[in-house]
């Protein structure tokens, strides 16, 4: 066991299988829960391509993107006890260099499992979270940054031991709230932006912590902060990314490249912020370096595959002239 992480992920892991469309149509309906993906019911659909991967999911992805830029990062998630589980530790988290050491196995339980329907280089998710009985385990190893983020139901069970850990080991916390954290009682949800150093979040779900929509970004990012966390790391689409940072205001915009998919462009984007900081760059070095992996990834399909590596990232960043501005 390494003596300190640089970055340890805490969440739950999936094995996504990507179907991609070409026969569907969307019904716009701005003013309700979003736009609706549409297919002819009761019919049996033509796909383009089909791609399964296993081992992704927010806390997966992070950990990964992590090690390829050369941190020493961990994992903490629960696998089922079936193939599927089994191999991502030894063909993903072995592979890339992940600490896994503490995965817990379900011994009742298959591992996640989610369909992504692509149409128009968008994606749908349809996700299968596993029942789970989530415990805080006895130990994990000391990290400099927790990346806590998207769980099932239950989660809430865990943040004593979260509290105890982040108190105890003086770590700094990277939050990514999933949906179910999102959906769940606002008070477990506080306790956890009371300790939260940087949130990591899209502009839907900026306005869900808040309670309200909000136009004007600066004002979402200072009701968003108000909540609790220290530091505030919105996404808006084709907007870019849009930060309060030590008081600071950052808008970085989405570098022009090819769009195949965009799956695991947030968790991409957060590891090389998170990393840039951990390297000692500056804020604006480190969105760009968020935007830099981000770009990357969404250029193929699935939210693994992109995740640059330091070196890589490195060249990227030295020929951008796309910078981040004091907003």
Not at 5 to 25: N, R
Not at 43 to 71: F, M, P, W
Request: charged share 25%; glycine share 10%; net charge negative.
């Amino acid at each position: 066991m390494p003596e300190k992480l640089d970055l340890l992920a805490i969440g739950d892991t999936t094995t996504d299988v990507f179907m991609e469309l070409k026969d569907a149509s969307v019904i716009k309906q701005p003013e309700k829960r979003g736009d609706k993906l549409c297919l002819r019911f009761g019919d049996k659909i033509a796909v383009e391509s089909v791609l399964e991967i296993e081992g992704v999911g927010n806390a997966t992805n992070v950990a990964v993107g992590g090690a390829r830029l050369g941190l020493r990062t961990g994992i903490w998630t629960i696998l089922g006890n079936d193939d599927d589980g089994k191999r991502i530790v030894s063909d993903v988290f072995e592979k890339e260099g992940v600490f896994s050491e503490n995965v817990t196995f379900d011994q009742k339980e298959r591992t996640n499992y989610s369909l992504v329907l692509t149409f128009n280089a968008e994606r749908t998710i349809l996700s299968y979270h596993a029942p789970r009985v989530y415990e805080w385990p006895g130990s994990l190893p000391e990290a400099e940054w927790v990346y806590f983020t998207s769980l099932g139901q239950g989660w809430e069970k865990i943040i004593p031991g979260f509290l105890d850990y982040v108190r105890m080991s003086g770590c700094k916390v990277a939050f990514n709230p999933g949906t179910i954290q999102l959906r769940s009682n606002r008070e477990d949800l506080k306790k956890v932006l009371a300790v939260t150093d940087m949130l990591f979040v899209n502009r839907e779900e900026a306005e869900k912590i808040c309670g309200c929509k909000i136009e004007s970004m600066n004002e979402l990012l200072e009701k968003t902060k108000a909540m609790g966390p220290k530091n505030v790391v919105i996404t808006d689409g084709v907007n870019g990314a849009h930060t309060l940072l030590n008081g600071i205001y950052w808008a970085m915009p989405v570098l022009p490249t090819k769009v195949v998919e965009r799956t695991g462009c947030g968790d991409s984007f957060a590891v090389g912020f998170l990393t840039a900081l951990k390297l000692g760059k500056s804020e604006d070095e480190a969105l760009l370096w968020g935007a830099e992996n981000a770009s990357s990834v969404i250029r193929y399909m699935g939210s693994r595959e992109g995740l640059l590596k330091r070196d890589a990232l490195l060249q990227d960043v030295e020929k951008q002239t796309i910078k981040a501005q004091r907003v």
